[in-house]
């Protein structure tokens, strides 16, 4: 017997019914967790453009991929944590020496996704307690870059690259434009390079591409390697988020 089957029959339906309202009304509290999607807002008489971002979330430095990157002049926007500044002196230099190219911006102190509520998780990883540990979470990883790099941040892409309202819209308030995406072309660094590839095949004028810096032993610089040289062929120019207008869409 379960404490549902205490109530008489004609009123289960009732209860069934105010359990679900209680439910719903707790994951609203909470605030929904979903990823920001953006594209290139069209300008007329504009050559085709993408903007390709990179995570540095934690781990090491990928020096193939960003070397490809500065031989080729390839512009891009890189979003590291403190603890990847702090772990990669010598590739922090690499980014440093070549800000012509490269758009440093934060990813957060410590790579904890912008969600709030003790409990939640985003890919198993946990969120913030509460709205100051956000906060800490934004504001430290700014101040390692302008410290490091000497630049000021302007955008901020969260661990997981999701959020709930509540924390997108802390985010804001505390200055930073948030960088979603459109194509996600190496899975966290997860896919092989022929998934790779393929995925920036799919990539259009006006996308945003969402990969990772931050782990040389996968497969992301490889594929990236060769899918952008591809996008180069097709006349595609590259372009940093601090030289666009981002537009949201579903």
Not at 79 to 100: E, M, R, S, Y
Not at 128 to 143: F, I, K, M, N, Y
Not at 222 to 238: H, P
């Amino acid at each position: 017997m379960n404490a549902f089957s205490l109530f008489p029959k004609f009123a289960r339906p009732l209860i069934a019914a105010l359990s679900t309202l209680a439910l719903a009304t707790t994951a609203s509290a909470l605030g929904q967790i979903s990823e920001l999607h953006n594209r290139i807002a069209a300008l007329p008489g504009s050559p085709q453009r993408a903007a390709l971002t990179l995570d540095a979330c934690g781990g090491g430095f990928d020096a193939d991929l960003i070397q490809f990157l500065i031989e080729q002049r390839i512009p891009a926007t890189l979003f590291v944590t403190k603890k990847w500044l702090d772990k990669n002196p010598l590739g922090t230099a690499v980014l440093t020496a070549h800000l012509d190219l490269f758009d440093i911006e934060d990813h957060g102190e410590n790579h904890i996704p912008a969600v709030i509520g003790a409990g939640r998780k985003v890919y198993g990883i946990a969120g913030v307690a509460g709205v100051p540990q956000l906060r800490q979470e934004v504001l430290a990883g700014a101040s390692a870059i302008e410290h490091a790099i000497g630049v000021p941040a302007h955008w901020y892409r969260g661990a997981t690259a999701e959020y709930d309202v509540q924390a997108a819209d802390e985010i804001r308030h505390l200055g930073f434009s948030i960088a979603g995406f459109s194509v996600n072309v190496d899975a966290g660094a997860t896919l092989k390079k022929p998934q790779i590839i393929e995925r920036l095949r799919r990539v259009r004028d006006g996308d945003v591409i969402i990969a990772h810096m931050n782990k040389p032993a996968s497969d992301t610089a490889e594929g990236l390697i060769i899918g952008l040289a591809e996008l180069q062929r097709r006349g595609l120019v590259f372009a940093r988020l601090d030289q666009l207008t981002l537009v949201a869409v579903k």
